[in-house]
């Protein structure tokens, strides 16, 4: 392959700056119904974001919502020279102001492409696998690190790993780098004074408890309960609400290497795909689309309310006290102790959790999270959104659906007077006017081509509808559905091999149901 080399970049000692440390923003919607009332959205984005970006990022409430939809139209771009590009693909991000796209190339062959697509090519000496290849090498050394180095990351704006010493620390940092056999002119040292750590806040507060003690903010709620920040908690720790009301358990955690974790919440407790704003209202949640380095950002936390600023970088590693972690995006937006776990948006977007940070609200700082995907992909989860359209966490490859326009609709029959539901699956739950509940358990099945039958069985008083959906790899969609009619609800539908779930919506009373359908 032809490759046109750029100048190496040697190693650049720079100043920066910040200190202290974080825990991020609390996530309200684990105990509360979205709020009613609310001003209208703005371009389909919630007022209370949008206020929030015009104030940090000191745009007008009408640039806030443009620099949204740019950025939403940077994603999708991003998506498709990342796949057209390959291993050439050197990495993408957006100006300060949120206007340009600029997406490297390795590979001068690969700058029409990316000029037709509308963006700016920048030849550059390394594709972003081997930047991410770089970053491993020094993952792999990472106790060799000493406790002056705040951490590393790929910055795909300079086509280097930037490695970050305190003020003094550089000939350590640099010493570190060479240690860890990356490749002359690969690794930049830039000065820091930063001094990142998790930020679990052990003071009272209105986010949630783990065993009556300390408190850590929910992150996006999932079927079944909520993520968020894995140094908030250990497997087997209780959780208590802010109103300090028994809540869950945490289930699984990662920390360090990651900094995830998963809860699982009581029948009292119903997630909702909102983050609190911390203003009176919520701002919907609608997927997990990742953002471009570059894009603004906002988070929502218990201690300092939202906050928002830019993706700076991304695949970052911070050397915490605790241990490394490894696969953070870094941002330049403030948070203090109490906002550990919280909830990160980019429009209506799920990005992540938080993880820690440096500075605080008042001088700003640098916070970092962790990535929602991995989080829904690593545990299997499926994200609660407003929308109702929240795919699972990843189906294999192997599971892709074929386009939903080839699913055809199924047509319900009557039930037999008296007949019970019967099937090979079957499940329990509760239903309840305007709720749903997704089967089996939240998540969802492989089915192969062929006929599939369910059957819903509620008790007296209660309307519902059984809905069976299926995974087009953009959310879920109905293919077929079918109404209680004296408490029964059947459905048969003829469908192609892919992946599905059921789905009981609430008409009318409340009460319990079976639901069992066929494993095929």
């Known amino acids: 392959m032809d ?45 209370e974001l949008v206020g929030a970006l015009a104030r940090d990022l000191s745009l007008t409430p009408d640039q806030a919502v443009a620099r949204l939809r740019t950025e939403r139209r940077a994603a999708g771009t991003v998506a498709k020279l990342r796949t057209e590009l390959g291993e050439d693909y050197g990495g993408s991000w957006l100006s300060a102001d949120g206007a340009t796209l600029t997406v490297a190339v390795a590979d001068p062959a690969g700058a029409a492409r990316v000029t037709a697509a509308g963006a700016v090519p920048k030849q550059v000496d390394r594709g972003v696998r081997e930047l991410d290849a770089v970053k491993s090498r020094l993952d792999s050394a990472g106790r060799q690190a000493t406790p002056d180095i705040a951490g590393w990351y790929v910055d795909v704006t300079t086509n280097s790993v930037v490695v970050l010493a305190q003020p003094g620390a ?46 850590c903010s929910v ?10 920040a894995g140094h908030c908690g250990r ?18 955690s990662s920390f360090p290497g990651d900094d995830w ?39 929502s936390g218990s201690t300092t309310g939202t906050h928002c600023g830019v ?37 209506d977007q799920a990005q992540g959790v938080t993880s820690g940070g440096s500075g605080d609200c008042t001088q700003g700082g640098v916070t970092f999270f962790q990535p929602v995907t991995e989080i829904l992909q690593r545990n299997n989860l499926t994200l609660v959104t407003a929308n109702g359209q929240s795919a699972p966490s990843a189906p294999p ?74 995974f087009t790899g953009a959310g879920f ?31 009318a009373g409340s009460g319990d149901y079976t639901l069992a359908f066929s494993a095929r």
């Open 311 to 347: 993706i700076q970088a991304k695949n970052a590693t911070v050397n915490y006290p605790e241990g490394t972690v490894t696969g953070l995006t870094r941002t330049n937006v403030c948070a203090e102790p109490g906002d550990s776990g919280g909830a990160w948006l980019s429009g």
């Open 261 to 299: 974790a998963v809860v699982e919440v009581n029948g009292d407790w119903t997630p909702q795909g909102v983050v609190n704003d911390f203003n009176g209202g919520t701002v919907p949640v609608n997927g997990a689309t990742e953002a471009p380095v570059g894009a603004s950002v906002c988070r």
């Open 3 to 47: 490759r046109r080399r750029m100048t190496a970049i040697g190693v650049l000692v720079a100043a920066a700056g910040a200190a202290a440390a974080v825990t991020l923003p609390s996530f309200a919607g684990e105990n509360a119904a979205p709020r009613t009332g609310s001003p209208a959205a703005r371009g389909g984005v919630a007022p």
């Open 397 to 470: 490859a192997d599971a892709t659906a074929p386009p939903a326009t080839a699913a055809p609709s199924g047509e319900p029959s009557a039930p037999p007077a008296g007949e019970a539901c019967a099937g090979q699956v079957s499940r329990t739950g509760q239903v309840a006017a305007g709720r749903a509940q997704n089967q089996p358990d939240g998540r969802w099945f492989r089915a192969d081509a062929g006929t599939q039958e369910a059957c819903l069985q509620a008790s007296d008083g209660v309307r519902a509808t059984l809905e069976l959906q299926r």
């Open 219 to 228: 992150g996006f709620p999932v079927v079944g309960g909520f993520v968020t």
């Open 235 to 252: 497997p087997g720790d209780r959780t208590t609400g802010s109103n300090r009301v028994a809540q869950g358990t945490f289930k699984a």
């Open 477 to 507: 969609h109905t293919v077929a559905g079918a109404d209680t009619a004296d408490g029964m609800a059947r459905l048969t539908a003829d469908t192609p091999a892919g992946v599905y779930r059921y789905r009981v919506v609430g008409r």
């Open 170 to 215: 550089e000939p350590a940092g640099r010493r570190f780098a060479e240690a860890s056999g990356v490749p002359a002119g690969s690794v930049r040292v830039k000065t820091a004074s930063e001094a990142p750590r998790p930020l679990f806040d052990v003071r009272g507060g209105d986010a949630f408890f783990i065993n009556n003690a300390g408190r």
